[in-house]
């Protein structure tokens, strides 16, 4: 089924894993690949406001989630890269104190939804719609493309604004010399965007 006339597109994630932890390469453009994040002058990223929304928020991820960590990233006038950490947390649910296994409070209580011993992360690398994994990679490139929408909206006084191409692409890093590769790549990026 279509949303919005848009193509059925097949998903580019990999098969059978959980995007809950791992370090990751993430490549998001700008809707239709336009430059407004800024410009290249003499080999350097002159950000835009909406660039500096985007370093700004990108930098609050690690700051809001404790199992996240950033890496080296650039932004780009029309798309952005990123490498990002991700540490498995176990998921917690949010309980009121009636279900809280007996446990007497008038506050909500976080408890462990399965033992350790039982909970299997395979069972969870099926984010669908409405429903998103928490602390999942795609969960955060979500949440961190929305707040950048949603700042650059205020910005624009809410006129109807498109900032991100759909979608993002990823690419799980498997060792230390693919990681040093990556961030040289990020790094050097604006001084091949004449090239």
């Not at 506050?107 to 719609?129: E, G, I, Y």
């Not at 949603?150 to 799980?172: A, D, K, P, T």
Request: charge should be positive; hydrophobic fraction near 35%.
């Amino acid at each position: 089924m279509r949303y919005n006339n848009l193509p059925y597109r097949k998903s580019i994630r990999m098969k059978m894993h959980d995007y809950m932890s791992g370090k990751y390469f993430v490549t998001i453009n700008t809707c239709k690949k336009v430059s407004t994040f800024g410009v290249i002058k003499n080999e350097e990223m002159i950000l835009s406001e909406w660039g500096e929304i985007v370093r700004e928020e990108w930098s609050r991820t690690a700051e809001l989630r404790s199992n996240v960590k950033l890496d080296a990233f650039q932004i780009m006038p029309n798309h952005f890269h990123g490498i990002i950490e991700i540490d498995f947390v176990w998921p917690l649910l949010y309980l009121h104190e009636e279900i809280a296994e007996g446990i007497r409070t008038d506050t909500m209580h976080r408890v462990r939804t399965k033992d350790q011993s039982s909970f299997n992360p395979a069972n969870l690398n099926c984010r669908k719609f409405g429903k998103p994994i928490s602390n999942s990679l795609p969960t955060i490139i979500g949440r961190f493309k929305a707040a950048c929408t949603r700042r650059i909206s205020i910005l624009e006084n809410y006129q109807c604004v498109r900032v991100w191409h759909r979608g993002y692409y990823e690419r799980l890093i498997k060792n230390n010399n693919e990681l040093e590769a990556i961030r040289r790549y990020i790094i050097n990026n604006p001084n091949r965007w004449e090239k």
